[in-house]
């Protein structure tokens, strides 16, 4: 299975969002990020991307796609922001963002961090047990992310 930049991943639920006349805030651009990745995971056992989400105050983040959209602040992001380092080419990534576009789009920014924050999730858990509310950046391991969603996907 192929790997992606965030940024592809980034500007493909941007263009999904564009397709269906909605805006995305950077948060949310980031959470479905983070949630496509965390599904491939939990679905098909390895990662959607090589960088690491990290346990932040308002969710899991992946900090080159938090810098690069950062600028926007609260304002919604145009579809062109960010341009894929590489076309989505695969059908099954393809099919795993349009399910999670479909399932997760309909929430806000917002309510998508209060669903990364629920107790024994790996942001929980990291942030909780593992010090990531008295340091900056602590990253969570794809594993525990894995399990999680493997978990999810299970139950």
Avoid: C
Wanted: aromatic share 14%; glycine share 8%.
């Amino acid at each position: 299975m192929e790997t992606y930049s965030p940024y592809s991943i980034a500007s493909y639920f941007l263009h999904k969002a564009a397709e269906s006349n909605q805006t995305l805030t950077p948060m949310k651009v980031i959470k479905l990020v983070y949630l496509a990745h965390a599904w491939n995971l939990g679905l098909f056992g390895n990662p959607l991307f090589e960088e690491k989400a990290q346990a932040w105050k308002y969710g899991p983040v992946i900090p080159s796609l938090y810098h690069a959209l950062k600028f926007f602040g609260n304002e919604d992001v145009p579809k062109d922001a960010m341009a894929p380092t590489s076309p989505i080419t695969d059908a099954r990534t393809s099919s795993l963002l349009d399910r999670v576009w479909d399932v997760y789009s309909k929430y806000s920014g917002g309510q998508l961090s209060t669903l990364t924050h629920e107790p024994g999730s790996p942001w929980h858990d990291v942030w909780h047990k593992h010090g990531g509310k008295n340091g900056y950046g602590i990253e969570i391991d794809n594993d525990l992310i894995k399990g999680f969603y493997e978990k999810k996907r299970n139950g």
